[in-house]
Structures are given as structure tokens and as C-alpha cells.
């Protein structure tokens, strides 16, 4: 994960503002907010750090709760 990634994160986040709370039956305010706390933890990583925080958020939900108890638990990073 480069910083490409997370800016992008962070423009999409922007995007979404204005379709709160929600849109044709998505909790918007919902998933900026899990959005923010992902971008949040993902700012202060380097290239390393980033690619381990993806490999422990492939775990399952229950394991991601243990290492991450502030991230939600429905993100899903695809393999």
C-alpha cells in the first residue's frame, strides 16, 4: 500500500460527504466514519508497516478485534 492508496482513501472520503446519511440504502455516515478510522491508521505507516496491517486485516473479524479494537470489524481487504 503506497501513499497513492491513501490519499485516494482520503479523496474518496471527501466524495462521500455530501450523500450523508445515506444513499439508496447505504449507511454513508457509517462508512465514512469506519472509513476515517481506516485512513487514520494507515497515515502514520510506512510501505512495510502498511502491507502488515493489510496481512492482519485479512485475519477474521474476531482476530481483527483483538489487534485493532477501534477498526471496524466488516472491513474486508480482498486476498
Same mark, same amino acid.
Given at each position: 500500500?503506497?501513499?497513492?492508496?491513501? =490519499?485516494?482513501?482520503?479523496?474518496? =472520503?471527501?466524495?462521500?460527504?455530501?450523500?450523508?446519511?445515506?444513499?439508496?440504502?447505504?449507511?454513508?455516515?457509517?462508512?465514512?466514519?469506519?472509513?476515517?478510522?481506516?485512513?487514520?491508521?494507515?497515515?502514520?505507516?510506512?510501505?512495510?508497516?502498511?502491507?502488515?496491517?493489510?496481512?492482519?486485516?485479512?485475519?477474521?473479524?474476531?482476530?481483527?478485534?483483538?489487534?485493532?479494537?477501534?477498526?471496524?470489524? =466488516?472491513?474486508?481487504?480482498?486476498?
Amino acid at each position: 500500500m503506497g501513499r497513492g492508496a491513501v =490519499i485516494l482513501l482520503g479523496e474518496g =472520503i471527501q466524495r462521500l460527504q455530501s450523500y450523508q446519511p445515506d444513499y439508496q440504502g447505504i449507511d454513508v455516515a457509517r462508512l465514512i466514519g469506519e472509513s476515517e478510522l481506516l485512513l487514520s491508521a494507515l497515515q502514520p505507516l510506512d510501505r512495510e508497516q502498511a502491507q502488515e496491517f493489510i496481512r492482519q486485516l485479512q485475519m477474521t473479524p474476531a482476530d481483527n478485534s483483538q489487534l485493532y479494537p477501534r477498526l471496524p470489524t =466488516i472491513v474486508a481487504v480482498p486476498s
